[in-house]
């Protein structure tokens, strides 16, 4: 149970995700789809492993089952606390409302995450595409990665996939009771989706780890409706994180 998945086109072998390599890496991802059974399975076993605490708002449920039916893009915003964060939403989508949209979820992790090959079948079936932080490999250098990301994100959405990031880019090793500082890439990819006809909606998670490190989630209400440009954007976002913090780290207790 515990082997790698593997997710390798037998013919040809996916780019090695590395800066340099960033185009390739792109171009990869930019319609890369794990087959639906292994990611359901992958999925299945991390929920059965990590048992995760699924709440949810007054109607927040009832609301994502209305826009998986009315087939509608949705943006999943997420706070950061762990490193093992990743693996745990997979828990929880398996867990909640969403199972039906797995195979459909592309989620960002960061490039070092792809480095280890056993590791890396397993995230590529969890849908995951990779970044290329600033922090890692310095802004200016990494600014263009971030418009090919963006594109990539876009062009999913368009194509009826949903996207889940934390975007607040780092684990919170300071206080993860508030919500960091988020930049504006989240703000942007709303936007252009949007533009796109994509329709996206923002749905925020908020996640805390409890007394044995059970993590525990709580889904705040959907949001149609926001702002035009992209730093408003990003402040809403912010907003609307911290009450679905809120909310996960108030179910615990």
Not at 218 to 225: A, F, G, K, T, V
């Amino acid at each position: 149970m515990n082997a790698p998945i593997s997710t390798a086109d037998p013919v040809a072998l996916p780019p090695s995700v590395e800066f340099d390599n960033r185009d390739a890496v792109y171009e990869y991802y930019r319609t890369h789809r794990a087959p639906r059974t292994r990611a359901r399975l992958f999925y299945a076993i991390t929920a059965y492993r990590k048992r995760p605490a699924v709440h949810y708002a007054e109607g927040a449920r009832a609301a994502i089952r209305q826009l998986i039916r009315d087939n509608r893009r949705m943006i999943i915003a997420i706070n950061h606390v762990s490193v093992e964060d990743p693996r745990t939403v997979a828990a929880f989508a398996w867990r909640s409302v969403f199972r039906p949209r797995i195979g459909h979820i592309r989620v960002l992790a960061k490039d070092e995450l792809f480095t280890e090959p056993g590791q890396r079948s397993r995230i590529d079936v969890m849908g995951a595409i990779p970044v290329f932080r600033g922090k890692d490999h310095g802004a200016r250098a990494a600014y263009a990665a971030g418009q090919q990301l963006m594109d990539v994100c876009v062009g999913r959405m368009v194509d009826g996939d949903d996207l889940a990031l934390f975007p607040e880019g780092t684990c919170n090793e300071t206080d993860p009771s508030r919500v960091q500082t988020i930049g504006t890439g989240i703000g942007h990819i709303a936007a252009r989706a949007r533009n796109a006809g994509a329709a996206p909606v923002f749905v925020f998670l908020g996640l805390t780890y409890g007394p044995g490190g059970r993590a525990t989630f709580y889904l705040d209400e959907p949001l149609p409706d926001f702002p035009e440009r992209p730093a408003q954007i990003t402040r809403v976002v912010g907003t609307r994180m911290q009450r679905a913090l809120d909310g996960a780290i108030a179910a615990v207790r």
